[in-house]
């Protein structure tokens, strides 16, 4: 996978925008203006960053030792950083809708009813 193919995935989800709130070589992506993926333009090797839940971060940090690592964001959230041309597509698009899938969860149910 390489940029253009997560910055495709990522946009056909619904009610997900893109921004460069950092700078502009940071790609951003918000569902109702919640970040759920980020990654930057010049790293090599490329990396993306998703959100993620703690159990879930442990158990990918230990099968994918040195491809996934993680930490936590400026809002205390935890996030997963992953080389996206190191890991298995199926992987990459199946943390990606877990990284979308958190931060709808957590929409009011106004918001989570308007992506319907």
Same mark, same amino acid.
């Given at each position: 996978?390489?940029?253009?193919?997560?910055?495709?995935?990522?946009?056909?989800?619904?009610?997900?925008?893109?921004?460069?709130?950092?700078?502009?070589?940071?790609?951003?992506?918000?569902?109702?203006?919640?970040?759920?993926?980020?990654?930057?333009?010049?790293?090599?090797?490329?990396?993306?960053?998703?959100?993620?839940?703690?159990?879930?971060?442990?158990?990918?940090?230990?099968?994918?030792?040195?491809?996934?690592?993680?930490?936590? +964001?400026?809002?205390?959230?935890?996030?997963?950083?992953?080389?996206?041309?190191?890991?298995?597509?199926?992987?990459?698009?199946?943390?990606?809708? +877990?990284?979308?899938?958190?931060?709808?969860?957590?929409?009011?149910?106004?918001?989570?009813?308007?992506?319907?």
């Amino acid at each position: 996978m390489n940029i253009e193919e997560f910055r495709t995935y990522c946009l056909q989800k619904k009610g997900v925008t893109e921004e460069f709130p950092f700078d502009e070589q940071t790609l951003v992506f918000k569902v109702m203006g919640k970040m759920f993926a980020l990654s930057g333009l010049e790293r090599l090797p490329p990396q993306i960053n998703l959100k993620c839940d703690p159990e879930r971060a442990i158990e990918l940090r230990e099968q994918y030792d040195g491809l996934i690592y993680g930490g936590y +964001h400026m809002n205390k959230k935890l996030w997963n950083t992953l080389e996206i041309s190191s890991l298995p597509y199926q992987l990459l698009f199946e943390l990606i809708d +877990h990284s979308y899938d958190l931060v709808v969860a957590k929409l009011p149910k106004k918001m989570r009813d308007a992506l319907q």
